[in-house]
RNA sequence: AGGGAAGUAGCUCAAUCGGCAGAGCAGGUGCCUUUGGAGCACAAGGUUAAAGGUUCGAGUCCUUUCUUCCCUGCCA
């Protein structure tokens, strides 16, 4: 956000080149993502700080699609990408570039670099390669090819490029330092042999250039300034300064930070290529996935994630961001625009005995008590209701306000009522309850100044829809699901991730909602209408729940809700 | 003595040139309420990983130690 003044290490390294005048007062960023999969949470954090910085400093920040290999990458992903940077409200106009677009000034770089010298083909096998590379704590050998003639390395990659090899048998490496710390000075690969098409340039090349080589200079071709990505290629800078230096071009300032990491679930495409694939969850856009297209279907703003981001900060600390935290910010959000709405998730039945059968009453109601423009709507009162089933204990704990026998409760922006009787079945289940209203409350307010000490949510039984809500938990029951090195992390993929809750009864005025608009359901949860509902029946995801004071202050007494628990969705 | 990096409140981050260690969230207490779930107020929370040194004064500078993380793809 242009309005954020805190300051974090990479400010003040952009704030030292701008006293120095490094860059003659530039900043240009870069969002460089690898289209083979789609963005998530940690993905925002990243675009954030990059057009966030350029926003800062009135640079620019370029979209840049990090498209070196082909045999991960699918257009698919590139489409997903860009409408997730857009439903986030990032600008790049016409600045979207991909790696790809300058495998012809690579191609010339490394030919460069064989001319003086500084690359070589090597016909060494993967294994042979890996085994020449050393171990961390021994250092490696030259293989038997590292001085061959220019002339001969020149040959031989042209045949690399014209398809004279098969995938395997020869790259192109950097002559740098087989004995160096760093394993990624040991004679670095600089290109390898594909024999896959490309999303872009289809069948164009064999040979395609690795992370390393292709990004520096891309930064350099593009004149990035500030090239910021994640703490584990730190050890990359060298060669990522190696290549830039030795090619002798315009050079950019790599900066590391700590990626994020959230509790209660995996920020790794690898991982969470998984959850799709092996079906813990529908798809990408799961409302339970950590993507950006997750957390849009299950309801989150742009706002709320981009002040997410801001408050996470930017640091070289690696930790975890308590879940909770995003919840704060969405809650945040929607208490200020979510429309209030009433409806029952689990029913019980209320027959206002003094009520007249056939009376309707429309009563009115606050849309969002945050936002006065929202204005007021009418909800239809009649003689049979429903409440939620959490709200009524036939014997209570002392701290249970609510319903119960003999006890007066009002019904929100309706009447007070009082509970007479309670009616079981056969297995003494409390089916119904029979209750007397106070005309005199009509509103809410007695007239007398008597209070009662409970507000209940309701709904009209005759008037109701019916719909079906999405209940979603943490998609992991554990905070730190990948901290088990025994056991994979799927299993503890929460077995309550989803309880699906068909029908739910919803006051009618939500009757013509689409898909994406946001409601509170009062004193229960906010939810987002599904892109699933159809005319006919409306489905909504719980983006998240109220704080629940109640349910905290039952576990601080010790004594589990059991009222509270999660109840199994009916049959039908 | 393989290379690289990080240690400040429960969590995520601040702390200008060396000058009284702060904030948000979580947790706590209380107030209020036609959402007991909104809102508000208050208090608490620290041997700045440790030891030593320089200094009138060290989270900050120097030395040593400890802990944790990353690196042996023809992935990014």
């Given at each position: 956000m242009p309005d954020d003044n805190s300051s974090n290490f990479i400010t003040d390294i952009i704030d030292a080149h701008n006293d120095s005048a490094r860059f003659a007062g530039r900043v240009h960023t870069r969002f460089p993502p690898e289209p083979n999969g789609y963005l998530h949470i940690g993905h925002a954090k990243s675009i954030c700080l990059n057009f966030g910085i350029a926003e800062r400093y009135g640079g620019l920040c370029n979209l840049r699609f990090d498209d070196t290999n082909p045999a991960k990458e699918e257009q698919e992903y590139i489409d997903a990408i860009t409408e997730d940077l857009r439903w986030l409200g990032y600008?790049?106009?016409?600045?979207?570039?991909?790696?790809?677009?300058?495998?012809?000034?690579?191609?010339?770089?490394?030919?460069?670099?064989?001319?003086?010298?500084r690359a070589y083909v090597d016909e060494l096998t993967p294994e042979q390669i890996r085994e020449y590379r050393g171990s961390l704590t021994e250092p490696g050998r030259e293989s038997p090819y590292r001085n061959r003639p220019v002339e001969e390395n020149l040959a031989l990659f042209e045949k690399m490029r014209a398809g004279g090899f098969q995938e395997g048998e020869a790259v192109l490496r950097a002559k740098i330092d087989m004995s160096s710390g760093n394993i990624n000075m040991r004679d670095p690969v600089m290109y390898r042999i594909?024999?896959?098409?490309?999303?872009?340039?289809?069948?164009?090349?064999?040979?395609?250039?690795?992370?390393?080589?292709?990004?520096?200079?891309?930064?350099?071709?593009?004149?990035i300034t500030h090239s910021i990505c994640t703490l584990e290629y730190e050890d990359h800078r060298p060669l990522y300064d190696w290549y830039l230096d030795n090619i002798e071009i315009y050079h950019p300032q790599q900066i590391e930070f700590a990626r994020l990491n959230l509790s209660h679930t995996v920020l790794s495409k690898r991982k969470l290529i998984r959850l799709v694939e092996e079906g813990y969850v529908r798809g990408w856009d799961d409302p339970r996935m950590p993507t950006i297209a997750g957390l849009?279907?299950?309801?989150?703003?742009?706002?709320?994630?981009?002040r997410f981001c801001e408050?996470?900060?930017?640091?070289?600390?690696?930790?975890?961001?308590?879940?909770?935290?995003?919840?704060?910010?969405?809650?945040?959000?929607?208490?200020?625009?979510?429309?209030?709405?009433?409806?029952?998730?689990?029913?019980?039945?209320?027959?206002?005995?003094?009520?007249?059968?056939?009376?309707?009453?429309?009563?009115?109601?606050?849309?969002?008590?945050?936002?006065?423009?929202?204005?007021?709507?009418?909800?239809?009162?009649?003689?049979?209701?429903y409440i939620e089933r959490d709200d009524f204990m036939e014997d209570p704990p002392r701290k249970f306000f609510r319903l119960a026998p003999g006890r007066e409760v009002r019904l929100r922006y309706a009447y007070?009522?009082?509970?007479k009787d309670v009616i079981k079945d056969a297995d003494g289940n409390v089916v119904e309850l029979r209750c007397a209203y106070d005309p005199e409350t009509r509103g809410g307010a007695?007239?007398?100044?008597r209070r009662v000490k409970a507000t209940l949510h309701w709904v009209s039984a005759q008037h109701a829809i019916k719909?079906?809500?999405?209940?979603?938990?943490?998609?992991?029951?554990?905070?730190?699901?990948?901290?088990?090195?025994?056991?994979?992390?799927?299993?503890f993929v929460n077995p309550d991730s989803l309880t699906v809750v068909d029908p739910i009864y919803v006051e009618p005025h939500v009757k013509s909602a689409r898909a994406g608009d946001r409601f509170q359901f009062e004193r229960l949860a906010y939810f987002v209408v599904d892109e699933e509902s159809t005319a006919e029946k409306l489905v909504f995801n719980r983006t998240v729940t109220l704080r629940d004071q109640w349910r905290k202050a039952q576990k601080?007494?010790?004594?589990?809700a059991k009222r509270r628990r999660r109840r199994k969705a009916p049959q039908g």
């Open positions: 600008q790049w106009h016409d600045r979207v570039y991909f790696a790809s677009d300058y495998f012809d000034q690579l191609y010339d770089m490394a030919v460069e670099l064989i001319r003086i010298g594909l024999d896959t098409p490309h999303p872009r340039t289809g069948d164009k090349w064999k040979i395609y250039p690795m992370y390393d080589f292709a990004h520096g200079q891309s930064d350099s071709i593009e004149a849009r279907r299950r309801g989150y703003t742009p706002s709320a994630i981009r408050e996470v900060g930017v640091g070289k600390v690696k930790g975890v961001v308590a879940l909770h935290k995003l919840e704060y910010h969405i809650r945040q959000d929607l208490n200020k625009t979510a429309l209030r709405v009433m409806a029952v998730i689990n029913p019980l039945k209320v027959v206002i005995e003094n009520y007249p059968d056939d009376q309707v009453e429309q009563m009115e109601a606050i849309n969002n008590p945050e936002d006065e423009s929202a204005g007021t709507r009418r909800v239809p009162f009649s003689k049979v209701l007070f009522i009082t509970c007695a007239p007398d100044g719909a079906e809500a999405r209940l979603y938990e943490t998609l992991f029951s554990e905070e730190y699901p990948e901290n088990d090195r025994d056991k994979d992390f799927t299993d601080r007494a010790g004594k589990p």
